[in-house]
């Protein structure tokens, strides 16, 4: 069973982490490129500054982003700031979220994302904590896959394998680390590929981080995967 406050705790811990790590940073590394293709350190930082507040937007019943266009000219605008201005954004952005968080609701409900997609609202909370894991290794700063929390990997991993799972373009797949299995891909009488590595490789590779190329894989070649 998801537990929402418990997942608002990691992400309180997981932002402080960010935080103190891109403290670290002054002007001109913040303008440097991150490991995402065409954004640098700065939009990656606007982007999870901007993202708290759509999630506000979602747990409080709005459209998480007025369009696509105004999420991504968002993102534009605030990516070449001060590093100081950067910081508080994220920081002041994230104590909204926490706020929202904390505040009396039917956690039970369906909310709508964006595109479409619909979740429990106990599971935003999750959502928000893999958007600042995952975009504190994309910083590039020495925050690595292997570096997240246990917890956080295997549910990840958990998430990841299961909305796969059914898609016409993954042929059927068995995941393992040696110690646990996940299945996905479309279905099949039985697995007709195996990948297997470490929980962080096997992450980097669902989540479009790495290539595969620490994976090990039996009966085919490594699928490939859609886009998130």
Not at 65 to 89: C, F, K, T
Not at 145 to 164: G, K, V
Request: glycine share 8%; aromatic share 6%; net charge negative.
């Amino acid at each position: 069973m998801i537990d929402h406050a418990r997942d608002l705790v990691s992400v309180r811990e997981a932002t402080e982490r960010l935080l103190t790590a891109a403290a670290k940073l002054d002007n001109a590394t913040v303008t440097e490129p991150s490991r995402l293709p065409g954004w640098t350190r700065g939009h990656v930082l606007a982007h999870l500054a901007r993202n708290a507040d759509a999630l506000v937007n979602v747990l409080e019943g709005r459209p998480m982003y007025v369009s696509g266009e105004a999420r991504n000219a968002d993102i534009e605008r605030d990516a070449p700031r001060a590093l100081d201005v950067q910081l508080a954004d994220v920081r002041a952005s994230a104590e909204r979220f926490q706020e929202t968080g904390a505040a009396p609701a039917d956690w039970s409900r369906t909310v709508e994302l964006r595109n479409g997609v619909t979740d429990s609202a106990s599971r935003v909370p999750f959502r928000r904590w893999v958007e600042v894991e995952l975009h504190h290794v994309d910083l590039g700063i020495g925050y690595e896959l292997e570096d997240l929390p246990a917890e956080f990997t295997e549910r990840e991993i958990d998430f990841l394998a299961d909305r796969f799972t059914g898609s016409p373009e993954v042929p059927p797949t068995r995941l393992t680390d040696g110690t646990r299995a996940w299945s996905t891909g479309r279905e099949a009488d039985a697995p007709e590929v195996t990948v297997r590595g470490t929980r962080a490789e096997l992450l980097g590779w669902l989540a479009g981080r790495r290539d595969g190329s620490g994976l090990t894989v039996a009966g085919g070649a490594l699928p490939p995967l859609p886009p998130l």
